[in-house]
């Protein structure tokens, strides 16, 4: 860099420099620092993978059921967010199309604890969605369960993420050029067909960027399996939380950490990876 | 074969099945979002409901009162959480304010690779750096108190704030700062009479989202909060993991209104044209 360019905006990075200091400190310190206390024996006060062995050994059906739980329910905010994207662009009723949009946007400002509290309630053996389906005749008053286990925790997940991602995914639609959609149309191809074969790969990044904001969202829930799952197998975020307040145990605790991050770093990498094979920039 | 014999037979016989396909996708789609909405505010309102009554045994307002009773806690954490919020907006207006201008100049260099970096905080699982931010605050004696918990709230609201910011910023024309300066307005004067006013709808926008950030966040708070701090979301996680229903769904609704609030006014701050560049 040339020196007359820096010492021109140089001004503007005194403005920036605060607001760098505060994520610096406060988020990048801890992150490294948390990285680093994986792998440091408090018995010895060496350095060793003695958290990991103990986190694995302790909690090993519970990272097995968080990866399972946030891959099962990025896959259902995919094909769902994609299914209402391509209606709001594709459909042809107007009014439906005018209902859909009004509808589905509802749970995305809905905080996640709260949403664990509505389906806290909606899905538990007693709640409404057992009441509906009896009041049916779907199921038999005997065959109500509860869903608060893992099943609740994926419908959650879903509930709440899928605004977020049918947000970002229709507003790609919006903005592609329709002349390609429309002329598919008139030789009478199937709005299905348009879906999946011209629309899904001209907006694939922003259908990468979202899945995997949402991924990463999911990993860090902790209120969501605090209040949906009694008991166990959970999800990671309850052990951290537990094996610190219960223990004051960093170093199993920052195991379990290195873990979550280490899954949404794989969830990077996928994406990068996917922008390249694609040829293009990752947007 | 003339054109009106050929297709209008086997056209409208799918078009009356599409059409109920449609709305029974649409109605299902609707109780699937809705559903658990109504659930928790008739659950606000019943003072008696027990397994296997469809609908409450007895309606009422009697849990309203309970929870608006000083020693029931709720409104202390309205006020706690209200307090935190107001001081982390603050924080993140002050910060993110300069931040936005700046970002907002093209020349700026390594501009877009300082907005990255404002989305870590948003792109790795936050629980366990939370965990160790509280680990480094008990070293400072922030742990359980007011001022740790807005820190780490306004963590996680910045890239929110900054982001929208600069895009509140970038969407001022030129023109009209130069030709403030071209009258002899000092930089300073400029921006404070020209580019913060015209950027302000912006700014309105991102300290709302701020608040509402503040309002909802939970694990921060769980983790840097103890054991002094008590917000309304954990005292929510509190009443819902005793099994109180009525106590914790007023608390939800107490949290849900300034989200829906913000998601039906949230187009009147924030401009298409901000909307539009935002984040980039």
Known sequence: ?????????????????????????????????????????????????SNFTKAFALYGADVSLTIGVTLLSTALVGVLAVAVAGYLTLGENPRAVAVLRWIYRWPMFIPFVVAAQLMRTFLAKSGMLNNTLMSLGLIEPLNAMSLLDWRGVVVTFVWKQLPFAALLIAGAMASMDRSLMESARGLGAGRLRILIEIVLP??????????????????SALSVPMMIIAGTPTMITVDMAWRVNSYGDYGVANALGFISFALSGAAAWFYLRQGVREGGKPA | ???????????????????????????????????????????????????????????????????????????????????????????????????????????????????????????????????????????????????????????????????????????????????????????????????????APGLMASAIFVFLISLDEFSGTFFVGVPDIRTLPLTMLNAALEGNYQIASITALLLLVPSILFMLFVERFLKADVLASVGK
């Open chain 2, 1 to 199: 074969m003339t054109l009106s014999q050929y297709p209008l037979p086997r056209y409208q016989i799918p078009g009356v099945v599409g059409t109920l396909v449609r709305y029974a996708l649409i109605g299902l789609f609707a109780a699937a979002v809705f559903g658990p909405l109504l659930n928790m505010l008739i659950w606000t309102v019943a003072e008696a409901w027990y397994f296997p009554a469809k609908l409450p045994l007895r309606w009422g307002f009697a849990f309203w009162t309970k929870v608006f009773r000083p020693e029931a806690g709720a409104m202390k954490a309205l006020y706690t959480s209200m307090v935190i919020a107001c001081l982390t907006v603050a924080l993140s207006l002050v910060l993110a304010i300069p931040a936005g201008y700046a970002l907002s100049k093209r020349s700026l260099p390594l501009r877009s690779l300082f907005l990255l970096f404002f989305l870590l905080p948003q792109a790795f699982p936050t629980v366990a750096v939370h965990m160790n931010i509280a680990r480094i605050f008990y070293g400072f004696g922030l742990t359980g108190t007011i001022w740790g918990v807005m820190l780490v709230h306004a963590i996680q609201g910045l890239v929110f704030a900054v982001w929208i910011a600069s895009a509140a910023f970038a969407a001022i024309g030129e023109e009209q700062v130069e030709a403030a300066r071209n009258l002899g307005a000092t930089p300073l004067r400029a921006f404070m009479t020209v580019s913060l006013p015209l950027a």
């Open chain 1, 1 to 49: 860099m040339d020196t007359p360019r820096l010492r021109k905006n140089l001004p503007l990075v005194a403005l920036l420099l605060p607001a760098l200091l505060m994520v610096g400190l406060l988020f990048v310190y801890p992150l490294l620092f948390s990285l680093a206390y994986a792998f440091r024996n408090e018995g010895t006060g060496g350095w060793d993978l």
């Open chain 1, 202 to 219: 001209q907006v694939s990044a922003t259908v990468w960027v979202s899945l995997i904001l949402s991924f990463v969202t999911m990993l």
